[in-house]
């Protein structure tokens, strides 16, 4: 665990743009995400949710703006500067991104070799304990390959916790599972910010996961922030964009990009 | 298509450029790749199990391709040389002269190019498929995983590879190189009644260790730039099933122009 | 899953081989039925029109500088050698040109333009199909009524074995034209010396130019088959591409080694 753990730290964005091309993704996204809490990020496909939480960990780079966690300025950092701030914020990615030439414990061990300097047999042993604690230990000497989706993704965030971050993306975390792995990811989420109190930033088109989960929800429309507040402020919104989207009308007044 | 044709109206001066921007574009990244694994070479810091893995996988791949070739390159190299020998008689100069034109040669380039088709190409898809973010049904994004669990990609993913690319081809070539001989003897007496140990004589009088070397010296610079136009090409492409397709493409006839060109400076460079 | 049988031990070693001469038979003969139906989709099938010049196009252009390359260096390379060599054994240089010509002509030219289009032409073809299977778009087709082999591979068949014999004559040309240059410039070997077809027979034209033709019908009914055998995103792509690059220079390489064999046979007996 953390030693010494650092005074939990508050994520910014302000006034963030990124586009590709002459496609404007994020125009002037401000967000303030508090420590402990599970932010959820919503809004249509192609709307840039993705995109935010890529800014967040230099995977993509801001065109303008200022993303801040603390007082640390993450969107003018450099590569190398970015390692220490990627060991304490970590990223579960939408397509779980195994390794698919590893078995899932050697995949949960790598980062712990790398990082904490262990060796191949302790790693592994301290893979299983972390696979157990997402209730996969039985999987443990499986190829990716050979797992569902739900299960590759209850790995991908054992590995993820190897570095015990402060904060965790989950990148559309149920996205395309049945609903009962749906849920178990649920509550593995809430579990992490109950339990140990880590800052989690979930971004989903998944509304049973929303309302489950969120502390706050961040509701994204046309590349900005039209709206957050809590559940219940979202569920009893006059905003007819905002209604739409909940109620899952496709007609209305909110514009979808490309249909 | 007609993207082609509305190329084709451009002058050919024109095409010339804007080729040679692309290349020289290619031509740094590589080099700026290759700085980056030198770095991580010196002192020698990479992931040992990846490096063993990698070898397994290549050699256990290429072995069978790169021993049909060279056999059947023994043996045209003989066939070739047949002609002559029934006009001049000269059964003596057959495992010389063959052996000369493989060991410094036909042997290296061949066995570059076939490696360069099996395991370059494999590799460049295996990267691509792990970069490609966009577009098809299987989307990785395996190289942003390890960025974002703070892992060098280059130090884990890419030198192993280069290394382990260097490493086969030397000894496939050393390989290979046999093989061609032991096909050369056969074919040399089933087609044109050479002794093998006439062949043999012949081969081990006149040649000496540098030729041999000289070949092998070519085959690990082959090597280095296989691994490298391989692994580039790879973590650059862009756009999906496409892209990879379009990258594999790109590397093998990187891979290939620079073997030529390698092999060109080499052999007036090395003994 | 059940337990695996130890895969080593001699019996399952075996066995693999077997199995993997019985795949090579079964895929040969694959090949040949695709050769045919490529023949009567070039005879009789519908393509969309202006598709035959279209990759014409593509091969001879995109081609060209890359064969001007790669030849060129090859030339130069070959020739350095073998004057290196020759003078130390004979100190007569004379022959070298018209020796080097009839070995462009007859065996060197067709094979390694061949390879060089095996991994340029060869990928792309496969990159190409290879990326519309997997969109679906062969899927689509089929549904219209129009055959895959007529409309995807019949052109590029038309276009590979005219293009390729156009690129062999332009590589044989720069190959001898850089050989000869080498030549003057290293060892003092008088241009005219050099630049003398007189032992190009009719025999070698008829071997380049069966070579020429077999490697063009090859490499694009091959590079076909692994494109329309893509299976699963990019993935599918990569390893159809790699597959294309390998399977058409080992078909190079094994046609050499059989028609330069009837070659040999027919001198043999001819004198």
Known sequence: MSAGAAPPRTIRFDDVWKSFGDKAVLCGMSLEIRPGEVMCIIGTSGVGKSVAIKLLIGLLRADRGEIRWGDLRLDSMSEPEMIPVRKRIGMVFQNATLFDSLSLAENVALPLRVHKGMRMREALAEARTRLDQVGMAEFAGRRPAELSDGMRKRAAIARTLTLDPEVVLFDEPTTGLDPVSARRIDRLIAKLSDDVGVTSIVVSHDLTTIFTIADRIAFLYQGRVHVCGTPAELRSSVDPVVQQFITGQSSGEMETPGF | MTGARRAALRSPIETLGATAMQVAREAGGITLLAGRVLRCLVPPSMDGRELTRNMYRMGNRSVPIVALTAFFVGGIMVIQAGMYVRQFNATGLVGWGAGYAIFREIGPVLIALMFSGRVGSNNTAELGTMTVTEGTMTVTEQLDGLRALAIDPIRYLIVPRVVAMMVMLFILTVVGDLVSIAGGMLFSRLLIGIDPSTFYYSLVDNLDWIDFVHGLVKSAVFGLSIALTSCYFGVSVRGGAVGVGRAVNAAVVAAAVSIMLLDFFLTFLLP | ?271
């Open chain 3, 1 to 271: 899953m059940s337990e695996d049988r130890p895969a080593t031990g001699p019996r399952q070693r075996i066995e693999r081989l077997g199995a993997a001469a019985l795949d090579g038979l079964a895929a040969t003969g694959q090949l040949a039925g695709m050769l045919g139906a490529t023949w009567r989709g070039v005879v009789r099938g519908r393509r969309p029109p202006g598709e035959v010049a279209n990759q014409m196009f593509v091969v001879g252009n995109k081609s060209l500088l890359f064969v001007a390359v790669t030849l060129g260096f090859i030339g130069m390379v070959m020739v350095y050698q073998s004057c290196l060599q020759l003078e130390r054994i004979t100190g007569d240089l004379s022959r070298i040109g018209p020796e080097f010509l009839k070995l462009l002509v007859q065996d060197f030219g067709p094979t390694i333009t061949a390879l060089m289009l095996a991994t340029r032409v060869g990928a792309g073809i496969a990159a190409e199909i290879g990326s519309m299977v997997v969109t679906e778009q062969v899927d689509a087709l089929r549904m219209s009524g129009v055959t895959p082999i007529d409309y995807l591979i019949a052109p590029r068949f038309i276009a590979c074995v005219v293009m390729g014999a156009v690129l062999t004559v332009f590589g044989v040309a720069i190959a001898y034209l850089a050989g000869g240059l080498t030549a003057w410039s290293s060892f003092d070997l008088n241009p005219r010396l050099f630049f003398d077809p007189s032992r190009v027979g009719f025999l070698d034209l008829c071997l380049g130019l069966t070579k020429t033709l077999c490697y063009g019908m090859a490499i694009p009914v091959i590079s076909g088959a692994c494109g329309l055998r893509a299976r699963g995103g990019s993935e599918g792509v990569g390893a159809a591409t790699t597959a294309a690059v390998i399977g058409s220079s080992l078909a190079v390489i094994a046609l050499d080694l059989v028609i330069s064999g009837v070659g040999l046979l027919l001198v043999g007996h001819g004198r």
